[in-house]
């Protein structure tokens, strides 16, 4: 069943219009509802703050305010303006918040997240931290989209990362939608890792083709002997000229700090296509 909502997050402080295209893209393709997230960068505490009060606090505060909606409005004139020319159903929400639980929420009441990619920072933000946060705590399956990444050209390729584990099930699940439309599907297991996160057995990739086969994909076998997970999948997708990649997602948050295993960081931190991911 195709996903009836979208929900992208846009925020001020980065580039947005190749994701919203491809969110626009895929709403279309699927007739599902497009919600936008407009992540307002929030007003930071000046160290002297504690100095400023009375009319100069407030005169702060509303310059603050009139900054975020003009902003705002610029970012909407453009979401309305595509969804109108792709003719689908949609909806503008504001978030002026960096509390993750309320960015988890929009995700939540969605079928599928788009977020920014992974963002290193010295003092991460909320939002610098906002695809961690979805993605281990949402619930709902979430592709990282690379700023630079051109719109239309996503799920055409696709490369599976697959361990027969419950992230991956769930992933490869969640990616149904864009792999029985695919061109071309390459599922990669890679074996003899040791300590890895990833476990390699004879025949469960041969398994998963065949169930994927039945749902009319196009779909090949890698079985890589050796070598650290994430550059592997990374090398297959480069290789395979995929356009995107889909994997479980492991570790786990605690808002406050984030652990990810081994092969989940290197692919979300290094990927330069889309990647799909579960938890």
Same mark, same amino acid.
């Given at each position: 069943?195709?996903? *009836? ?27 599902? /509802? ?22 100069? !606090? ?10 975020? $909606? ?7 004139? $453009? ?13 503008? =929400? ?15 009441? &969605? ?28 619930? $709902? ?11 239309? =050209? ?15 099930? $769930? ?14 599907? *390459? ?18 990739? #041969?398994?998963? /083709? ?17 070598? *650290? ?7 297959? &997708? =480069?290789?395979?000229? #995929?356009? !995107?990649?889909?994997?479980? &997602? ?30």
């Amino acid at each position: 069943m195709l996903p *009836k909502d979208i929900v992208v997050f846009l925020e001020e402080a980065r580039p947005y219009d190749r994701r919203l295209a491809i969110a626009a893209d895929i709403a279309a393709g699927w007739n599902a /509802c497009l919600i936008a997230v407009f992540v307002a960068t929030p007003l930071r505490a000046m160290p002297h703050a504690h100095s400023v009060a009375g009319p100069a !606090m407030r005169a702060l505060l509303e310059q603050h305010r009139v900054r975020v $909606r003009d902003a705002e409005a610029q970012v909407r004139e $453009r979401f309305e303006t595509m969804v109108r020319a792709r003719g689908i159903s949609a909806e503008w =929400r504001l978030s002026e918040s960096e509390l993750a639980e309320e960015l988890m929420l929009h995700a939540r009441y &969605a079928g599928l997240a788009l977020v920014p990619p992974f963002e290193s920072s010295p003092e991460p933000s909320m939002t610098v931290r906002m695809a961690e946060h979805v993605i281990f705590g949402s619930g $709902r399956p979430t592709i990282l989209i690379p700023d630079e990444w051109a719109a239309g =050209r996503i799920g055409r390729r696709v490369v599976v990362g697959w361990n027969a584990s419950r992230e991956a099930t $769930r992933a490869v699940g969640d990616a149904l939608p864009f792999l029985a439309q695919a061109e071309a599907v *390459k599922v990669v297991c890679v074996c003899d890792e040791p300590d890895g996160e990833l476990e390699c057995r004879e025949d469960f990739g #041969a398994d998963l /083709c065949r169930h994927l086969a039945r749902y009319g994909v196009q779909v090949t076998l890698e079985q890589v002997d050796g070598g *650290k997970v994430g550059p592997v999948l990374l090398e297959q &997708a =480069r290789a395979f000229n #995929a356009d !995107m990649l889909v994997m479980g &997602a492991y570790g786990h948050t605690r808002l406050t700090r984030l652990v990810l295993g081994s092969a989940t960081r290197t692919v979300l931190c290094q990927a330069s296509i889309p990647v799909l991911v579960s938890r």
